[in-house]
């Protein structure tokens, strides 16, 4: 973690979806949130949730409060899919009641099967404990949408597909929680610093350098492809992960590894 602070990131997820928070049970992930905190203390530390239980959810939410966690990044309850809009809000409501820690809402239809609308986000941005969310659909079109709905009442709105950073910056969205940063983590924050300070010529040449390298990860399953990156640069000591998920082909590992050395140097 050291590398990614002296990188300029601001903070990160634990237990998120590249993290393998779904593979993760509940005590696990307060723990991870536990031994992180008080190492960390300069650091954002996000607790993912991601679980059907609204009681699951409720205990993690608190005890990661209770363990100083800033904002809990919680998906809907991905099994019942099936669930109405108003169920689907109900249980973000009922979660959001019965907790002190701020709520980022993490819309990726891809993984949970429930797409939340910016009309569904906007009556969530209701409670006072909503404190913003995540988009990792890949929908431009969400980018107004979602703005368009949060607009004026102080929400934080992170992108998490990465290769519309650009245009969710320039679309008034706060920055990006970012899968690919756990492996390019200097050129993302580089972005985000020179285009808030107004350098847009230079945070543009940075942005499409880090864009050859994004695109190249997101060609791959994750989060096997930066686990076995990052034991390969000798960050993490194993590549393993949790069943069901398997390693990615050593071969096709070592390929994007080659295409990605001049972005790691």
């Known amino acids: 973690l050291a590398d990614f602070r002296t990188a300029g990131c601001k903070g990160l997820v634990l237990a998120g979806t590249n993290g393998e ?4 049970s509940a005590v696990e992930k307060r723990d991870l949130i536990r031994a992180a905190v008080p190492i960390f203390p300069d650091f954002a530390v996000i607790s993912g949730i991601a679980t059907p239980s609204l009681e699951e959810a409720i205990w993690l939410s608190q005890q990661s409060h209770k363990a100083g ?11 019942f899919r099936e669930a109405s809009r108003n169920g689907i809000i109900r249980w973000f409501e009922k979660l959001m009641d019965a907790t002190d820690l701020p709520i980022l809402i993490y819309n990726f239809p891809q993984r949970t099967g429930i797409t939340l609308t910016p009309d569904t986000m906007s009556a969530l941005a209701k409670h006072p404990r909503m404190l913003g969310l995540k988009d990792s659909s890949g929908e431009e079109s969400n ?12 929400k934080r709105l ?39 300070a107004g350098e847009r010529e230079s945070a543009s040449v940075k942005f499409q350098l880090a864009l050859k390298g994004i695109e190249a990860l997101r060609g791959v399953p994750q989060p096997g492809l930066n686990k076995a990156i990052l034991h390969r640069r000798r960050i993490l000591p194993h590549p393993s992960l949790r069943l069901p998920l398997e390693e990615p082909d050593v071969r096709l590992a070592d390929e994007i590894f080659v295409k990605l050395t001049g972005l790691l140097v």
């Open 143 to 154: 980018l107004t949408g979602y703005s368009q709905a949060l607009e004026g009442q102080g």
């Open 21 to 24: 928070g779904p593979s993760l």
């Open 69 to 79: 966690a800033v904002a809990g990044l919680v998906m809907p309850p991905a099994y």
């Open 158 to 196: 992170f992108v998490g597909n990465e290769t519309l950073l650009w245009k969710a910056l320039d679309a008034g969205w706060t920055g990006t929680i970012s899968g690919a940063a756990n492996v390019l983590p200097t050129w993302l924050a580089k972005v985000m610093e020179d285009y808030l």
